[in-house]
């Protein structure tokens, strides 16, 4: 697992897609887990799924800067990226 670079994505909903089905948190058809789970269905509440997902120590242990710090889902994304010790 790995915090995907949003260098290449159009827009929030894209890149969250490929984040959050590389973090584990899509379906998995041999457990019967619903694939909407934490899925960002709307773009202007990035900041809540970001929270949902990597809010204090995020599921690979790590501190995610905060969304609440961020306007803009990009310039947040891309500290996660940079910031991050587990690139992929």
Do not use: C, H
């Amino acid at each position: 697992m790995s915090v995907i670079n949003p260098a290449g994505f159009k827009n929030v909903i894209e890149w969250a897609d490929v984040m959050t089905g590389s973090l584990g948190f899509f379906s998995d058809p041999t457990n019967g887990t619903d694939s909407n789970f934490q899925r960002l269905d709307d773009p202007t509440k990035w900041q809540d799924w970001a929270e949902g997902i990597f809010g204090g120590v995020d599921p690979l242990g790590q501190d995610a800067p905060d969304p609440r710090d961020y306007d803009n889902w990009r310039e947040w994304a891309d500290r996660l990226f940079a910031t991050s010790n587990f690139q992929g």
